[in-house]
């Protein structure tokens, strides 16, 4: 039998606008393809090992008040506990997208989740629809239709798992490289102050500092949990951050070190003006005018 799905005869670019509408009637949300959730904790807390399973409630034959009101609550009693059990599987399905943060699936898998969640979505509006009727539900029927949709339910969270496992041995691959823009950024980090403290502007540096530690903060977030994209752009990004970043160390070097030429070259011209003043005052040679000796130099010129 063609599915509901199938009835709409919507167009290939509908698939999924019909999804969602079919999420909107389930009551769940149906994240986006580019969405991100978290795949560990919809793994660990949402699957259907905990569903409840529907126990049939014998009806009475008997025609009374008492019996008609006891056959509605058996009846609604049963549909509590097949929703449950419905909502169980609905809930998490709701929270898996297409792929998880940055981890890509292949074409080949990334069909086969969109497909089996097309078809488990179905599944689950056929018994949202049996559960709606009035008085005792099919109990059997709605039943196998739940172990169906548990099994292709089952089958999704398997694919999520190898795709997490192989994401996770993607992203180790960059693990070196990782640590080796940490190494980078904590050396040249170390001899800023050293550089600095002979009052030359810093601020190429700074900027190419700042700009290398937050991208290499989003390469460390990316690299914990997964984020496969993002990581392969900031290691990239890392490439032309850490160039730039050890240029502008080399320049403040070279200012710093001309500073110092230039301090210890106006220092060694005052000790030399100096020296031949205080020849010129001992010798009382003519022309050693010390009116205008700063105070700074009154100690060298009275040894």
Same mark, same amino acid.
């Given at each position: 039998?063609?599915s509901?799905?199938?009835?709409?005869n919507?167009?290939?670019?509908q698939?999924?606008?019909?999804a969602?509408k079919?999420?909107?009637?389930?009551n769940?949300e149906l994240p986006?393809?580019e969405g991100?959730t978290d795949?560990?904790?919809?793994?660990?807390?949402?699957g !259907?090992s905990?569903? $409840?399973?529907?126990?049939?409630? +014998?009806e =009475?034959d008997?025609a009374?008040?008492?019996?008609?009101?006891?056959d509605?609550?058996n009846a609604?009693?049963?549909?509590?506990?097949?929703?449950?059990?419905?909502q169980?599987?609905?809930?998490?399905?709701?929270k898996?997208p297409?792929?998880?943060?940055?981890?890509?699936?292949s074409?080949?898998m990334?069909?086969?989740i969109?497909?089996a969640?097309?078809e488990?979505?179905n599944?689950?509006?056929?018994?949202?629809?049996?559960l709606?009727?009035?008085?005792?539900?099919?109990?059997?029927g709605v039943?196998?239709?739940?172990?169906?949709s548990e099994?292709i339910?089952?089958r999704?969270?398997?694919?999520?798992?190898?795709a997490?496992?192989?994401a996770e041995?993607a992203?180790d691959r960059y693990r070196?490289?990782v640590?080796?823009?940490?190494?980078?950024?904590? !050396?040249i980090?170390? $001899?800023?102050?050293?550089i600095? +403290?002979? =009052?030359?502007d810093?601020s190429?540096f700074?900027e190419?500092y700042d700009k290398?530690?937050?991208n290499?903060?989003?390469?460390?977030?990316?690299?914990n949990?997964?984020?496969?994209?993002?990581l392969?752009?900031t290691?990239e990004?890392e490439?032309?951050?850490s160039?730039?970043l050890?240029q502008?160390?080399h320049?403040a070097?070279?200012a710093?070190?001309s500073?110092k030429e230039?301090?210890?070259?106006?220092v060694?011209?005052?000790d030399?003006?100096?020296?031949s003043l205080r020849?010129?005052l001992?010798?009382?040679e003519?022309?050693a005018?010390t009116?205008?000796?700063?105070?700074?130099?009154?100690?060298?010129l009275?040894d």
């Open positions: 039998m063609p509901n799905l199938e009835k709409t919507n167009a290939p670019g698939t999924v606008s019909w969602n079919i999420a909107e009637v389930l769940i986006d393809d991100d795949l560990d904790a919809v793994m660990a807390g949402g !259907t905990a569903s $409840a399973d529907a126990v049939i409630v +014998k =009475d008997s009374s008040p008492d019996a008609a009101v006891a509605a609550a609604d009693k049963q549909k509590q506990i097949l929703y449950a059990r419905k169980a599987i609905a809930i998490p399905l709701g898996l297409e792929r998880k943060k940055g981890i890509l699936f074409p080949e990334a069909n086969y969109k497909g969640r097309l488990l979505l599944l689950l509006l056929e018994i949202q629809t049996m709606e009727c009035d008085g005792m539900p099919d109990v059997p039943t196998a239709k739940l172990e169906a099994k339910f089952d999704i969270n398997s694919k999520y798992s190898e997490l496992r192989e041995a992203v070196d490289q640590q080796e823009a940490h190494n980078n950024l904590d !050396t980090g170390q $001899a800023r102050d050293e600095a +403290k002979w =009052d030359i810093m190429s700074d190419a290398s530690s937050n290499i903060t989003a390469m460390d977030t990316a690299f949990y997964c984020l496969l994209r993002d392969q752009r290691v990004e490439k032309a951050n160039e730039n050890r502008a160390h320049q070097i070279v710093a070190e500073a230039r301090l210890s070259a106006k060694s011209s005052i030399s003006d100096m020296v020849e010129k001992l010798s009382g003519a022309g005018d009116n205008n000796v700063p105070a700074v130099y009154t100690a060298f009275a």
